[in-house]
């Protein structure tokens, strides 16, 4: 008798454990959320620091964010630019 509770509930709790896998994320959203983690500034967050930056780090990650905003501003420049020339033709 207790074998097949014990084989019922290994096959309920294995079964629960696989679907709940499954509804994990896939290998390329975890790599698109590392690229978008790198782009902000987070991967200068160490275990000491946490959820914050370190200051460490600090002013790197305020020279990139510079960095990302003068190229989000010159794409939309550009952008705005070229929309600009087709509306004249």
Do not use: C, W
């Amino acid at each position: 008798m207790k074998k097949i509770t014990f084989a019922a509930l290994s096959l309920v709790v294995l079964t629960a454990s696989s679907s709940a896998f499954a509804e994990g994320k896939t290998r390329a959203q975890v790599y698109q959320e590392l690229i978008e983690a790198q782009q902000n500034g987070l991967d200068y967050v160490t275990d000491a620091s946490y959820p914050d930056v370190s200051p460490v780090f600090a002013q790197q990650v305020a020279h990139h964010k510079e960095a990302l905003a003068a190229q989000a501003a010159a794409a939309s420049h550009v952008a705005n630019g070229s929309a600009a020339m087709g509306n004249a033709n």
